[in-house]
C-alpha cells in the first residue's frame, strides 16, 4: 500500500495521519533509507537535509508537499543541548513567547523549507515527532507570518513550545485559511508534558488523544485525559514504562494504523 491514496491536506483524515507518522518516523532514517522509501511508498522525493543539527525531508505525494522534520536522538547531544534551552524568547509572530531551543532549531531550516513551499504548486503539509513536532508548529508560524499558506500540522509527541498567547495566535492563523494543527497524544507520554516550566508553557492544536487502551478521542476534556492516565497508577512501574515507551515512533504509527485498518 502506497500514500498515493489521497491524502486530506484541509480536514483531519485517518490515513493522512498514518501517512504523516510514518513520514515523520522516516525522518529518523538517513539519506539512503529515505530515498529507497520514498521510491517504494511511489513519492517523489524533493529535498533531503542535514543542516546543523535540524534533519528532515520532504516529498511529493500525490501532489501534497510534505515536510517532515526529524525529532530528538537520545544519542545526539546537540539534540539533548536544544531541549534543553528551556528559557521563553519572543516568538515568529512578535507576540507570545516560545522555547529558545526549539525556536533556534527551527530557524535553521526556515529559508530551506520556506523556499520549497514557494516553489511548490500544491498543498502543504508539515508534521514531525518530539522535537520535530515542536519544529514543524514553529516553520507553520513563521510561514505564516511571511504570507505563506500552511494547509496542515500534524505531530506526534510533541512538547510544548509557547505561552498560552502563541498558541492562541498559530491556531488562529492557521484556522483563518481553514487549515488546523492536529496534535497527536499516545496516552502516558512523558515528552507531551514538557517542559512545564512553572505554568509558562501550553499546548496548542487539535487534540487527537490516543487513550492507555489504543483508542482514538477528539478533543477530550482534561479531567478524561488525566482519569485515563490515573488508572495506570494502580500498577507504577507500568506507569513509569509506559511514559517512555508511549513516546516512541514506532507506537504512533501503530496507534494511527490501527485507526483506519481496524
Known amino acids: 500500500m502506497t500514500p498515493t491514496a489521497k491524502l486530506a491536506a484541509r480536514s483531519y483524515d485517518g490515513l493522512t495521519a498514518y501517512w504523516c507518522a510514518v513520514l515523520s518516523d522516516l525522518a529518523y532514517a538517513d539519506e539512503a533509507e529515505i530515498r529507497g522509501a520514498s521510491e517504494l511508498f511511489g513519492m517523489r522525493l524533493v529535498d533531503c537535509w542535514d543542516v546543523g543539527n535540524a534533519q528532515g525531508f520532504a516529498a511529493d505525494v500525490d501532489g501534497v508537499l510534505v515536510v517532515s522534520i526529524r525529532g530528538t536522538t537520545p544519542t545526539e547531544l546537540r539534540d539533548i543541548a536544544t531541549d534543553a534551552r528551556i528559557a521563553q524568547t519572543g516568538g515568529p509572530f512578535g507576540s507570545g513567547k516560545v522555547h529558545r531551543g526549539f525556536l533556534a532549531h527551527a530557524e535553521t531550516i526556515e529559508p530551506l523549507v520556506s ?65 488546523a ?12 508534558r514538557a517542559p512545564w516550566c512553572l505554568g509558562k508553557y501550553r499546548h496548542g492544536g487539535r487534540l487527537k488523544y490516543f487513550t492507555t487502551g489504543g483508542r482514538l478521542l477528539d478533543q477530550p476534556r482534561a479531567w478524561r485525559v488525566w482519569a485515563d ?34
Open 115 to 179: 523556499e520549497l513551499v514557494q516553489s511548490f504548486d500544491g498543498p502543504v503539509i508539515l508534521c514531525g515527532h518530539s522535537l520535530g513536532a515542536a519544529a514543524a508548529q514553529l516553520l507553520a508560524a513563521m510561514l505564516l507570518h511571511d504570507g505563506q499558506e500552511v494547509d496542515a500540522v500534524y505531530t506526534y509527541g510533541s512538547p510544548r513550545v509557547g505561552n498560552s498567547r502563541f498558541c492562541g495566535i498559530l491556531d488562529y492563523e492557521l484556522a483563518r485559511s481553514a487549515a
Open 229 to 262: 492516565r490515573l488508572w495506570m497508577l494502580r500498577a507504577p512501574w507500568t506507569w513509569a514504562r509506559r511514559s517512555v515507551a508511549d513516546h516512541a515512533t514506532e507506537n504512533y504509527r501503530r496507534l494511527c494504523a490501527a485507526q483506519v485498518w481496524n
Open 181 to 192: 494543527h492536529y496534535r497527536h497524544v499516545n496516552a502516558c507520554d512523558v515528552v507531551t
